[in-house]
């Protein structure tokens, strides 16, 4: 069974430093494309980073310069690591392989209320 697993999330002061994980299980990792996404109470589902297999990156211009996405083919895992984080970094931070996006899109619902929908999710708290 093809599993995503996030974890790191929590509460931080504003302009402090977080870390995400993303363990990717029963995937062939080294052949994926993935992404992570927020959503905030009120907010639209944001994709905040993308990563190919290749390593090349993507970010969403309310991130970049603050955080970075990499990934460790050893480990099967995805980071995102924040820092210099801002109120409005507050959200729910998602996983998502590329390869999920016909399951998402059969559901009709957002990216993230799919993957909220999967029990994915970690939630990141930040205070001003």
């Known amino acids: 069974e093809k599993q995503l697993v996030e974890s790191g999330g929590g509460s931080v002061e504003a302009g402090g430093s977080l870390r995400l994980s993303c363990l990717a299980i029963?995937?062939?990792?080294?052949?994926?494309?993935m992404a992570w996404y927020r959503q905030a109470p009120g907010n639209e589902c944001e994709l905040v980073s993308s990563?190919?297999?290749?390593?090349?990156?993507r970010y969403s211009d309310s991130v970049k310069g603050r955080f970075t996405n990499s990934q460790d083919n050893a480990k099967n895992t995805m980071y995102l690591q924040m820092n210099s984080l801002k109120f409005e970094d507050t959200a729910k931070y998602y996983c998502?392989?590329?390869?999920?996006?016909?399951?998402?899109?059969?559901?009709?619902?957002?990216?993230?209320?799919?993957?909220?929908?999967w029990g994915q999710g970690t939630l990141v708290t930040v205070s001003s």
């Open positions: 998502m392989a590329r390869e999920e996006e016909p399951a998402i899109q059969a559901l009709g619902v957002s990216t993230c209320a799919a993957l909220d929908l």
């Open positions: 029963g995937f062939t990792f080294d052949d994926l494309d």
């Open positions: 990563i190919s297999s290749d390593g090349s990156t």
